[in-house]
């Protein structure tokens, strides 16, 4: 297995560059990015507005030398490894799928940066997913090898409160307590939280100060968002983009925004979904559908419009974690699923 760490460059474009390898018989392109991976493009027949888009990406939350830890292996019907679930296996299914079809209009897009969020990718994705009729996401599956017909929107943001230092002991009362500033609104953000809304604000990293004798000047904590609706998304943005100050003299810096709208369950993506189910009940799979917290670049193209069905990948578990693993016997039957939606669809 090779690795390809979403901040290593060198690794990543070489994994690329394996990976376009596979797909025998299609336009290969890489679209270049100076601090991610290039992206990979692979074209197939068929004109623009007419293909149907395969989206994955390559790199993995794991740091290089991982592998060393953790060797690619195969054991009581598991394939494991870093990445092996999130996601390369969903680029074996694509190879798999595409292997037994022949002069199909589709467009393969492999991104680099998918797991901090997109930064260089988002424009590629919006871009080429315009040009495509449906979007068929090799995310990996949920539990069992439900599909993903709704996923979280998330955004991320720093909030900075900015007091002034003073000594502690002989003249406090010259210095603006950063750390007292940041904790009003540390409340304020948990509070935002609705759970019958499916709206959770988290207070995930919190430094402040610099030694216990000394008033802190400055204090800082990021914030995760995940929302259901762009209606919520535009909620929570608004109501932390308008906290003030609750202390004389303190300021506060905000930065951030929404990462990735949320992809919402719409009447495009349930028909994605019922073929899916059709073609899984014809040979005895009862598929189901479901949502998840975590979003994917899926987000971006079921935001466009486009008809979206994700979590097409491998069925396994773990992702991001140590046990991660892949359900070896599963892979031709999810492989054949992908294959059947793009007969279907074309």
């Keep these: 297995m090779m690795e390809s760490p979403s901040l290593d ?3 990543t474009d070489k994994f690329g560059e394996f990976a376009g390898d596979l797909f025998v018989g299609g336009n290969k392109d890489f679209i270049p990015s100076k601090k991610f991976g290039n992206h990979l493009r692979i074209t197939f027949t068929g004109a623009p507005g007419k293909r149907i888009l395969l989206l994955g990406h390559m790199d993995t939350v794991w740091p290089a030398g991982e592998i060393l830890k953790r060797p690619f ?3 009581d019907g598991r394939a494991k490894g ?3 679930f999130d996601m390369k296996a969903g680029i074996v299914l694509m190879w798999m799928a595409l292997g037994a079809l022949k002069n199909k209009p589709v467009t393969i897009l492999l991104t680099s940066d998918e797991e901090i969020g997109s930064p260089s990718s988002r424009e590629v994705i919006e871009n080429e997913a315009l040009q495509c009729k449906t979007v068929l996401v090799l995310e990996p599956s949920l ?3 439900t599909l993903k017909t709704a996923r979280k929107g998330n955004g991320r943001y720093t909030i900075k409160a900015i007091g002034r230092a003073a000594h502690a002991g002989i003249e406090p009362e010259k210095g603006v307590n950063a750390i007292e500033e940041l904790s009003h609104h540390i409340l304020s953000m948990q ?5 019958n809304r499916g709206t959770t604000v988290t207070v995930g990293v ?5 030694r216990s004798n000394v008033v802190p000047a400055e204090a800082a904590a990021e914030v995760d968002v995940r929302v259901t609706s762009m209606e919520e998304a535009e909620r929570i943005a608004r109501s ?8 004389r003299e303190a300021r506060l810096e905000i930065h951030g925004s929404m990462n990735r709208p949320p992809m919402e369950r719409t009447a495009d993506t349930v028909r994605l979904f019922d073929v899916a189910r059709r073609l899984a009940a014809e040979v005895g799979i009862d598929l189901k559908e479901g949502s998840t917290g975590g979003a994917s670049d899926g987000n971006f193209t079921s935001a466009l419009g486009i008809p979206t069905l994700d979590g097409l990948g491998a069925v396994g578990g773990g992702a991001h974690a140590v046990e991660e693993w892949v359900e070896i016997d599963s892979l031709p039957m999810r492989a054949a699923l992908l294959a059947g939606l793009i007969q279907e669809l074309t």
């Design 9 to 11: 460059k060198e690794r």
């Design 191 to 195: 509070q935002m939280t609705d759970l």
């Design 143 to 145: 539990p069992g090898g």
């Design 240 to 247: 932390i983009k308008n906290l003030t100050p609750k202390m």
């Design 73 to 75: 292996k195969t054991e």
């Design 82 to 84: 870093p990445g092996a």
């Design 206 to 210: 919190v430094q402040g100060g610099t």
